[in-house]
């Protein structure tokens, strides 16, 4: 009788380190490798061995197995928040601090996933820093929220000092310098974190002469992000800024320096086009944005006269 009790409470101990299978909401849907349900599946697999050898010794190497960085794609790690600037009504840029003043080191255009709770459920969202990945000291990401928005209502309780959870790196677009005659950059809203960081490694490096044509579409003037930061980037001899608002009324009612690089409405097939025929030489484009915005510049560029092998969508 005592050796069944023995049994039972030791087979109920092994049930309790079980992992627990993920919710659909803390996957992010970027196809992340690996995802939360990869590393599910690799933890059951760990739970499943040390179980049958009856060693939970082994689930305690498996914990302790040592990263070589500070961030790892399986494991959230911790980081401090250092600055919370609102850019516009619903978009934050959050600077987090890193240990010892070292870089990150990501790959230009390479996102992490960020871990939030919200009355009791675990979420988790990708976002690209904006940040170049050798900043040192400190990493920055730009953030839109939304009003019903699970992440957005966790986001908006930060402030400077709390700590947040992320892991990664992910995805990225492997550029190389010199590797294209002309990058087009299409973004909307947020979709231009992940074209800043491929941005200022082309301009940080004399000897890259691509050129880049990018073109951010938002709301409206106010709308627009990092004015300074794009302004001094469209000051380099093979960069060129163009915006595309689509609920503004009037160019006249923008700054005179915006009027000749800004088209109103949205970026059409017509537009797309004038934008591909008007790069200096032969573009390969980037496109990031909202899911519809991605799928019909997609089509836009095959109207144009690319190829699929001649373009990348984040």
């Given at each position: 009788m005592e050796e069944e009790k023995e049994e039972d409470g030791d087979e109920e101990a092994w049930l309790q380190l079980r992992p627990a299978e993920p919710l659909p909401a803390q996957c992010c849907g970027s196809g992340c490798k690996p995802c939360v349900f990869d590393i599910y599946c690799q933890e059951l697999a760990w739970w499943e061995k040390a179980w049958a050898k009856k060693d939970k010794s082994l689930l305690r190497r498996k914990k302790e197995e040592p990263h070589s960085a500070k961030l790892s794609p399986e494991a959230f790690q911790a980081f401090s928040i250092s600055a919370v600037e609102p850019l516009t009504d619903d978009?934050?840029?959050?600077?987090?601090?890193?240990?010892?003043?070292?870089?990150?080191?990501?790959?230009?255009g390479q996102h992490l996933i960020l871990r939030g709770t919200v009355d009791g459920l675990e979420i988790q969202r990708a976002y690209t820093p904006i940040s170049h990945g050798n900043s040192e000291g400190y990493f920055e990401v730009l953030i839109k929220c939304y009003e019903t928005g699970l992440m957005s209502q966790y986001v908006k309780s930060w402030k400077v000092g709390d700590t947040v959870f992320w892991r990664g790196p992910f995805g990225g677009f492997p550029y190389r310098p010199n590797q294209y005659g002309e990058?087009?950059?299409?973004?909307?809203?947020?979709?231009?974190?992940?074209?800043?960081p491929i941005l200022k490694e082309i301009t940080d490096n004399e000897e890259d002469e691509t050129f880049v044509t990018l073109v951010s579409c938002f709301k409206s003037f106010k709308d627009i992000y990092l004015k300074p930061f794009l302004q001094d980037q469209a000051r380099y001899w093979n960069v060129r800024t163009f915006f595309v608002l689509s609920q503004e009324?009037?160019?006249d009612r923008l700054p005179?320096?915006?009027q000749e690089k800004t088209h109103l409405g949205h970026l059409s097939q017509a537009l797309v086009q004038e934008l591909v025929s008007s790069c200096r030489r032969k573009p390969f484009a980037l496109v990031?944005?909202?899911?519809?915005?991605?799928?019909?510049?997609?089509?836009c560029l095959q109207g144009a006269?690319?190829?699929?092998?001649?373009?990348?969508l984040f």
């Open positions: 978009t934050r840029q959050v600077r987090f601090d890193l240990p010892g003043n070292e870089p990150l080191g990501l790959r230009p990058l087009l950059m299409l973004a909307a809203g947020t979709g231009l974190a992940p074209m800043l009324a009037s160019l005179w320096s915006y990031c944005g909202p899911s519809e915005f991605v799928r019909d510049m997609a089509l006269g690319l190829t699929e092998e001649s373009y990348f």
